[in-house]
């Protein structure tokens, strides 16, 4: 599967990232640790709030579009449909997709840009207390097939099963016109809650699920090479990410372990939504499937070594020459 255009949809974000000395606050606030929780405009208010006198990095977020900003980045034609305000976190949003040569289609509202606050721990976990704010004001009636145009693989994020009109709606209408569609479970907490509409996108409409080895978990109820096995089976492709011991690869009967990549752990966001983009950049241009996970694992290693799921220039020249020697 070569020259594919990809396209993505998920929750508009931007990602305001706390250096955390301990795990206190985190505590304090009641968020699980390694997860992502949904608050509410006033709770989101008070974090940062709370937080506006530590160390922060704002950087432009959301998990599909973490990962089509990479996908971008290394040449593969893509777009990205979401949803932001009419702010200045809805501007640096759209202004960066754009400066990447992202085709965007953007619903612009008058409510507040949906936000992330990530607090990175010390041992580099980290935990997102979200507030979706405008990214989930769009709905079935946005989803239009001329959206679809051009395109050939339809990236969904998980998180978008709490609008479960919606992503049924967009799986739908991509399947109707002809996409292959890959899904990213996102969060384990978010797998657990959802585990109806997501075993019904499952079995109905993806073909390339990713997961780590707690979303799998989560989802299956099994290890690692037995959760790969059971979502395998259910469709084309499967991935399951097991942080420093790399991810596994099953198609049909064939297996690929990908070792992990990179270096000191400084901030693991982004991880996930990296491996994808490197993993779909590649079945873009047609490479097998294990230098597919092969350039994944390389994005993610690049990724986890800075804080937020930003990369420099120099960090992208790195990866681009790296890929040619996979």
């Not at 590649?282 to 986890?304: F, P, S």
């Amino acid at each position: 599967m070569d020259n594919l255009r990809i396209l993505g949809i998920g929750n508009a974000l931007v990602d305001i990232m706390v250096l955390a000395e301990d795990d206190l606050l985190i505590s304090n606030l009641s968020l699980p640790k390694g997860g992502m929780t949904l608050i509410d405009g006033e709770l989101s208010s008070l974090i940062q709030k709370e937080i506006s006198h530590l160390n922060i990095k704002i950087t432009t977020g959301g998990s599909v579009a973490n990962a089509i900003n990479g996908i971008a980045a290394l040449g593969a034609a893509c777009g990205y449909i979401g949803s932001i305000g009419q702010d200045a976190l809805g501007i640096l949003f759209k202004n960066e997709m754009l400066k990447r040569g992202i085709g965007v289609v953007l619903k612009e509202l008058e409510l507040p840009t949906g936000n992330a606050v990530g607090f990175v721990s010390p041992d580099g976990e980290r935990t997102f207390a979200t507030y979706l704010g405008a990214a989930v004001e769009m709905g079935p009636d946005d989803i239009t097939p001329d959206l679809f145009s051009g395109y050939n693989l339809f990236f969904i994020e998980g998180y978008l099963v709490f609008n479960n009109s919606l992503i049924m709606a967009a799986a739908s209408a991509a399947k109707s016109a002809g996409l292959a569609i890959a899904l990213d479970l996102s969060s384990f907490n978010v797998v657990e809650a959802n585990m109806e509409i997501l075993n019904e996108l499952v079995d109905n409409y993806i073909d390339i699920v990713f997961a780590n080895e707690e979303e799998a978990k989560s989802f299956t109820g099994l290890a690692p090479k037995a959760a790969l096995e059971n979502l395998a089976s259910r469709c084309d492709i499967a991935i399951v990410k097991v942080g420093k011991e790399g991810a596994f690869v099953q198609q049909g009967t064939q297996k690929w372990h990908i070792p992990a990549s990179g270096g000191k752990v400084m901030d693991t966001t982004g991880a996930g939504d990296y491996f994808a983009a490197g993993f779909l950049a590649g079945m873009a241009v047609g490479h097998n499937l294990e230098k597919c996970g092969k350039i994944g694992a390389l994005l993610a290693g690049e990724v986890i070594q800075v804080v937020g799921a930003e990369l420099e220039e120099s960090h992208w020249e790195f990866i681009r020459n790296q890929i040619d020697l996979i």
